[in-house]
């Protein structure tokens, strides 16, 4: 595995929060920080293959922004890292609920995900309508490695 590759993963395994950036239709910019799963981590010597899966209310304003735009952008940082240290990671992804074709894989992942992180089980009852929250899914389309001063882009599968 490359170096840019090896420490892409460990920075998404080594970290459970990432910001969510969405705009609403007319262009106005919202943040969010939510608890994700990694899912389909890359098995690739030599690309990323990710897509992030969270938990999140339809109401919410980056579900609705979402919804109305798939772009995203997605932050993983540890901000526990001293100043001007440490690793980053920066996608651009689209977004959408977890199609239902998806959903028992997703909610699977998520739930493994949830239990070794401290947290509970999840079932697909749980995140299925007319349940709340939903379960919400970003493919990347493009991946950079932050460190050093510098940004490199890592190739996705």
Known sequence: MTDNAARALRLLHENQYLTLATADQSGRPWSSTVWYAAWRPSRSDERLSVD???????????????????????SIFDSAQP????????????????????????????????LAAGGGAWTRAQVEAPALPRLY???????????????????LA
Request: proline share 9%; no cysteine.
């Open 137 to 155: 899914i970003a493919r990347p389309e493009s991946a950079y490695l932050l460190g050093g001063g510098t940004r490199v882009e890592v190739p």
């Open 52 to 74: 992030f899966i969270w938990l999140s209310r339809p109401e919410a304003q980056h579900s609705r922004n979402l919804l109305q735009r798939p772009e995203v952008g997605i």
């Open 83 to 114: 100043a001007g240290t440490g690793d980053g990671l920066q996608f651009a992804a689209r977004a959408e609920p977890v199609p239902p074709a998806l959903l028992d894989d997703a909610v699977e992942a998520f739930s493994e995900a949830s």
